[in-house]
């Protein structure tokens, strides 16, 4: 959240460890001026209570009336029971709010008696409805998996709404769940209670069969509490869902900032490769960059970007020289920056469509297998063309980001990969490609552009000027011991023109330093 001047980002953290523990789970606390560096702070939750004797779990913040910020979470008592708690800054002149009060009366929301013990949890940000009652979800399984509404006049007590937000029969259990505003028109964000005239709403949750976060683009009425997706055929099954990234990231929340007037989308990365990796290194997870995010103007789909200051980091500029033609089994290295941080952005021109390969419909049902089968090494008609990353030398371990045209009857389809399979020739590391469909016209523009942000293990590519977005997790063995190369390429036998390539070696950010001072 934002508060008093100050980024405020809460995070499940086990101080006794780097892995997940049920019984050491507390809410850690980092806070920053501009959303790039930040500052540790000593954790803001720990299980200290009956209600939370087992762990203080997911949650949101929310800023009441009068400027006291609150925290929602769940808390699993002694006899291992999700509740939902409340804690309140114990002092809210304190711009790094470093207290925090955990009230006895908690937990504010019981386990209700239609839901298992164990899957009742992470309650959203709070909003107000027009009634002037404030509204949580929180989401729930039994039979179905399923969003519960509670809503309160005081923020203590609570009381559930008959129906729930949204249901889905074929989710399973659902988690960090984020409901907020967008505008119709324009990327400027929304607080989270606005309705009415001009404004959708995002319905996101992450869903624990597939570890992956869907959305839908729908309407919200406040007097009954339900969600109406724009797109009823994405209703029920969460399967035929919008994805918010079709890489390596789970359990993303939001948050509208007050400072900038906009939404900002974070999302987490977890490992890919051993346990043992986790131990060895001390930590497991990471916050990706953080995004802003809008609604696209098709009404359906969300864009998402990296906000304005990670370009702070940049320093060291190279260029391609416009015009650059990629001709079929092109490989022009990108030279002059540091592969290991860096910020790219190039834009593909396609001067002809001719020869798109045909499309196969039964691809849109796992465009994942798809980009596996059709990998950057396999030749095509348009494509594969795009970047080539944190490659070594003799390009044993590489990963490629990049795109393929299809002819579909009239029409052409756009699919977009991120290729791991040869990222790594360490052993037991988890090595996927990525991969989805593209809501672009291509005959219309034929110009791509892709913008990707490598930071050591992690990689983040927003294509189409961010409609899709694809994360990932590499572990190069060679990186340990000498530098990543870059590469532009086309392995398709149409050939593809770079218009615009712009690389930035990247600062290094002061990430969870302790001890540090803040302005």
Sequence with gaps: ????????????????????????????????????????????????????ANGCWSGSTTILPGG?????????????????????????????????DKPSYNPVIPLPADVPDDKFRDPSTAWLGRDGLWRIAVPAAGGVASTLVYRSVDFLRWERNAAPLHSSRAAGMVECMDLFSVKEHGDDGLDTSANGPGVRHVLMLSVMDTLQDYYMVGRYDDATDAFVPEEPERGDDVRNWRRLDYGHVYASKSFFDARKNRRVLWTWANESGSRADDVARGWSGVQAFPRKVWLDKDGKGLRQWPVEEIETLRRKRVGLRRGTMLNAGALNEIVGVACSQADVEVAFKIPSLAEAEPFDPNWLLDPQKLCGEKGASVPGGVGPFGLIVMASGDLREHTAIFFRVFRHHDTYKLLMCTDLTRSSTRPGVYKPPYGGFVDVDVEEHKSIKLRTLIDHSVLESFGAEGRI???????????EASNSRMFVFNNGTEMVKVSKLEAWELATASVNAVGETLG
Excluded at 71 to 98: C, M
Excluded at 469 to 479: L, S
């Design 469 to 479: 977005c694809i994360t990932a997790r590499v572990y190069p063995e060679h990186a």
């Design 68 to 100: 006291t910020p609150a925290i929602l979470y769940t808390g699993i008592n002694a006899k291992k029971e999700q509740a939902q708690n409340v804690a309140f800054a114990k002092n809210s002149s304190d711009r790094l709010l470093r207290e925090w």
């Design 1 to 52: 959240m934002y508060y008093n001047g100050m980024y405020h980002l809460f995070y499940q953290y086990n101080p006794h460890g780097a892995l997940w523990d049920i019984g050491n789970l507390s809410w850690g606390h980092s806070v920053s001026g501009d959303l790039v560096n930040w500052v540790a702070l000593n954790t803001a939750l720990d299980p200290t209570s009956p209600f939370d």
